[in-house]
């Protein structure tokens, strides 16, 4: 079984079996088993909640023997509890498929673990290009000097009009 601590101290014990998709499919509405196709893969890689709430639906045993109600559980998930949560919940839905169908799941979380990790490290290298911090001071300049004309009172500034000299449509 697989397991992972929360940012409230609490451990959190993941096992998907019959029970566990049943009890996903009846609260959110989502077939758990569709990963095998490659289905919310992307979702749970990418929107913490849908994580949060789809690991509080595997977990709601744990959480209703605890008395934790789902907003507490909400608010012991943020930074790396989402790491570890995304990280046993994969593992445990690996291990509650038939061995020969592991393999090809476990390909689709780790191509798109490592398509996440480019994207993360593209979108690092776009925001550490000098070309971006000087189009954004550039920006900022003309912002700047858009302002101090208009505290001066000049009229003729490149400013947008107000919308409340625009016409209505």
Not at 116 to 124: D, H, P, S, Y
Request: proline share 6%; glycine share 4%.
């Amino acid at each position: 079984m697989m397991s992972f601590k929360d940012n409230s101290g609490r451990t959190w014990t993941l096992r998907i079996d019959v029970d566990a998709v049943k009890r996903v499919r009846e609260l959110l509405d989502i077939d758990l088993l569709a990963v095998i196709e490659g289905k919310h893969i992307d979702r749970l890689t990418n929107d913490p909640m849908f994580l949060c709430d789809v690991v509080y639906a595997v977990c709601k045993p744990q959480a209703d023997e605890m008395r934790i109600s789902d907003v507490e559980f909400g608010r012991g998930m943020y930074g790396s509890a989402f790491d570890d949560a995304y990280a046993a919940l994969t593992e445990a839905l690996i291990a509650f498929f038939p061995p020969g169908r592991r393999a090809p799941l476990a390909k689709v979380i780790q191509k798109t673990k490592a398509l996440a990790e480019k994207a993360m490290a593209l979108a690092e290298a776009k925001l550490d290009d000098p070309r971006l911090s000087a189009m954004v001071e550039r920006e900022l300049a003309k912002l700047e000097a858009q302002i101090e004309s208009m505290l001066r009172g000049d009229s003729s500034t490149d400013a947008p009009p107000s919308s409340a000299s625009v016409p209505a449509p």
